[in-house]
């Protein structure tokens, strides 16, 4: 953990860092994907769908352990090409199909980030309001994706907007190795996401009114009644007029 903290960034991510990100995912959500080549997978165990008509979710995932070192990840993290977009997005769709309630011919991708060997996606529809995530292990310049975990979560209705200025908590998923991915709404003039938690600085990807964001630690634990309990988290704001909202809450 230790080599994991000296990673921090020590000054908040700038405009210009953000703006790089969101044009790498509209490149990469308007490009055709090019056929991709990927090496068998490796079956997971996953939970299914949640359905509620909060805006936030809990899924604690019951993924068997692969011992994959997290060791490369960056707290900032990197657009993916069409074609790496392409190549994880199809493994990433194969283990989504045990989501029963999750229609995949529906689903858009609507954020994809690459941080060190692995990359995250979100999937996503609206009315009902339905997602799913994928993180996946591919060394960069590989045809190569393993260690593939998927999770999904659905609404009643439609997802909630984030206020102009604002965001929301959205779904957020624990696995086994003390690894945490989260995601939600970002509102209008809402240019970054930054995520500081147990002395970790993650800057969110956020593009289209959504936001993504993992990290090698626990969102989540066990008290001693067996509940979970949030991991302290603080989140700074950064706006499109390149003001800076430090702990921001987020929007009810």
Not at 13 to 36: C, M, N
Request: charged residues 20%.
């Amino acid at each position: 953990m230790k080599s994991l903290r000296a990673l921090d960034v020590a000054t908040p991510p700038t405009a210009e860092q953000y703006e790089r990100a969101a044009a790498g995912l509209d490149r990469i959500v308007a490009t055709p994907p090019d056929p991709p080549r990927r090496t068998p997978l490796r079956t997971w165990m996953l939970v299914p769908a949640l359905t509620a008509a909060v805006a936030v979710l809990l899924l604690v995932v019951p993924w068997g352990s692969s011992g994959r070192a997290y060791a490369t990840w960056t707290p900032v993290p990197v657009p993916l090409s069409s074609g790496e977009a392409a190549l994880v997005g199809a493994a990433c769709k194969d283990q989504m199909r045990i989501y029963k309630s999750f229609d995949l011919d529906r689903a858009e991708l609507v954020l994809a980030e690459r941080r060190g060997e692995f990359v995250a996606m979100v999937y996503r529809y609206d009315n009902p309001g339905s997602e799913a995530f994928c993180l996946a292990h591919n060394l960069p310049g590989t045809d190569d994706v393993d260690d593939v975990k998927t999770g999904a979560s659905g609404s009643s209705a439609p997802f909630a907007k984030a206020p102009a200025g604002r965001f929301l908590e959205g779904a957020l998923a624990v696995l086994p190795e003390g690894v945490s991915i989260t995601e939600g709404a970002a509102g209008e003039g809402v240019a970054g996401l930054t995520v500081h938690t147990e002395g970790l600085t993650v800057q969110a990807t956020v593009h289209d009114g959504r936001w993504v964001a993992w990290w090698p630690a626990k969102a989540l634990v066990k008290d001693g009644d067996g509940k979970w309990r949030d991991v302290p988290r603080t989140y700074d704001v950064l706006l499109d007029d390149g003001r800076t909202v430090k702990n921001a809450q987020p929007a009810s």
